[in-house]
């Protein structure tokens, strides 16, 4: 079994920057990929960005050159540093794992507004 805790989140401005964090604990496959959806109000889940064993990442457009995603191997963490963030941003943002299957966190709200 898996557990994943999400961090950071919160309101910020236009502009601002958040870092979210994600600890994963249980049996944590060397193999897996991790990862950030967000999930906006009356919105489909969708996947922000992700980064495998090897440490190739991948960014849906929208996001690519503001945000950046990075992982602590001895810690079991995920990072997903937010710059320049934008109202349409404003999500609730879930970590998640693949190991065979899906994992997910409960979620982390952000809330971009001035």
């Known amino acids: 079994q898996v557990q994943l805790v999400e961090s950071g989140g ?18 944590i496959s060397s193999a897996a990929t991790i990862g950030w959806y967000r999930q906006a109000p009356g919105n489909q889940r969708l996947l922000v960005a992700s980064i495998t064993s090897r440490a190739y990442t991948n960014y849906v457009d929208s996001v690519r050159g503001r945000f950046t995603i990075s992982a602590d191997n001895v810690k079991n963490t995920v990072y997903l540093q937010m710059n320049s963030l934008k109202p349409e941003d404003t ?3 879930y970590c998640y794992i693949f190991q065979g ?13 001035s």
């Not at 309101?11 to 958040?18: D, E, R």
């Not at 299957?101 to 507004?113: A, D, I």
């Open 101 to 113: 299957r899906v994992y997910w966190g409960q979620g982390t709200q952000v809330t971009v507004s």
């Open 10 to 27: 919160g309101l910020v401005q236009p502009g601002g920057s958040l870092r979210l964090s994600c600890v994963a604990s249980g049996s």
């Open 91 to 93: 999500a609730v943002y």
